[in-house]
């Protein structure tokens, strides 16, 4: 059946039309219908997602994991929905009780909010805007706004401290994301995610643009606030962080959340840069297309767990310096690049692969000159702080060189 997602919905028009309903109604009804199925389907696996993510970095770990509870230790995360769900919500004295309560509310519907414009298979997509790109950096914003208020409104000076780098990390880190974003708009000529898909048919914008893909899965860890980039929920300083005020399934919420949003970082990925659901066969059967999305997006979410196991974290110093010294002015030229490859691939005919390729290995170069230049510039001024407190230390190597 080359379009199966189609039939169904029909059939189910004609069932709801037959019962009575107006054809606004039924549309309307229908798409309420898909909604719950999207977002359920996301929920459910979540659990799977949870208990996958523990048992690889296990194994990174050199530990078992869950290994307990049902085969391979998978109904530990059943277990654990189980007790978050029978479990009281404790709410403390003093907290701004709605804003507190709606706080994980909203955390999860700007993750699961942002899967209504990723095209899942052919003729298979929430709704198909011609803005997609722009809802997505909007809707997640939400995200950011929900751990705002939670840390605001609990009445706690940790809670309150991990909002702060929140506000710090998330918001600065949104900055080289939202550049590289007008990446693959500018490569595929729309901001419709159906469109960006059909796009790269013939080529997928990782070729074209390596860098602006490598920028945008940092920044999205980073605004995931996961490993290294978890500064805030630093358990030596600041406990829990914003969350430290919650329990039972609202802190449940913020645990899917997490989960649920590396997950996304890789659905958006595929789309955005990796062909989304493009393959063999996929617009012929596109349940195809629904196989090759996940694998795509499988590949990234494997590699952002690898990393989130395999990296200490950084300081906050650290963190935000990386961000507006080294990832924005990157994400600007990058930005600057392909605009002009892209035009100059047009205007004269060249091979738009080697035009931007070209482009890219000449941001690389120019990268790695300037961090050779900084990475100088640092060492003199250590020598000479140590050479004036230490005269002799500074002696001590131009009398060895002689």
Not at 1 to 20: H, K, N, T, Y
Not at 126 to 135: F, M
Not at 153 to 179: C, D, I, T, W
Not at 232 to 244: D, H, L, R, T
Request: charged fraction near 10%; charge should be positive.
């Amino acid at each position: 059946m080359r379009d199966p997602f189609g039939w169904i919905a029909q059939r189910l028009m004609d069932l709801l039309v037959g019962m009575g309903l107006g054809q606004a109604a039924a549309t309307v009804l229908l798409q309420f219908l898909g909604a719950a199925i999207l977002a359920t389907g996301l929920l459910l696996i979540t659990l799977w997602l949870i208990w996958a993510e523990r048992k690889i970095l296990g194994r990174f770990q050199d530990r078992l994991g869950p290994n307990r509870a049902g085969p391979y230790g998978f109904f530990q995360t059943i277990a654990d929905f189980i007790k978050l769900v029978t479990k009281e919500i404790i709410i403390p004295s003093g907290v701004d009780r709605p804003v507190y309560l709606l706080a994980p509310v909203l955390v999860v519907m700007a993750v699961v909010g942002m899967w209504a414009v990723i095209p899942l298979a052919p003729r298979l997509i929430g709704t198909d805007i011609n803005v997609g790109v722009l809802y997505i950096v909007s809707v997640g914003s939400i995200g950011t706004l929900s751990i705002i208020m939670a840390g605001w409104s609990s009445n706690n000076k940790f809670a309150l401290l991990g909002a702060f780098r929140a506000v710090a990390q998330l918001v600065s880190y949104e900055v080289p994301m939202v550049l590289v974003l007008l990446i693959p708009v500018m490569l595929a000529g729309t901001m419709g995610m159906g469109g960006i898909v059909a796009a790269q048919q013939s080529t997928w914008f990782i070729v074209l643009a390596p860098i602006a893909m490598l920028i945008f899965v940092v920044s999205s860890m980073a605004e995931n606030g996961r490993a290294p980039f978890d500064l805030m929920e630093g358990e030596s300083e600041i406990v829990a962080g914003f969350n430290i005020e919650y329990s039972a399934l609202a802190f449940g919420m913020f645990y899917v959340n997490d989960f649920l949003h590396a997950f996304t970082i890789g659905a958006l990925v595929a789309t955005l840069f990796l062909g989304g659901w493009q393959g063999p066969g996929a617009e012929q059967y596109p349940l195809l297309g629904v196989l090759y999305l996940l694998i795509k997006t499988g590949v990234v979410w494997f590699v952002t767990i690898w990393i989130r196991g395999s990296f200490p974290r950084v300081r906050i110093d650290q963190l935000l310096a990386f961000n507006w010294k080294f990832l924005t002015p990157i994400s600007l030229a990058a930005v600057c690049v392909t605009a002009v490859a892209d035009k100059l691939a047009a205007v004269y005919g060249w091979n738009r692969i080697g035009v931007h390729w070209i482009g890219n290995l000449l941001i690389v170069a120019v990268t790695l000159w300037g961090l050779q230049a900084y990475a100088r510039t640092a060492r003199r001024r250590l020598e000479a702080r140590v050479a004036e407190h230490h005269p002799t230390a500074g002696a001590a190597p131009a009398a060895h060189g002689h």
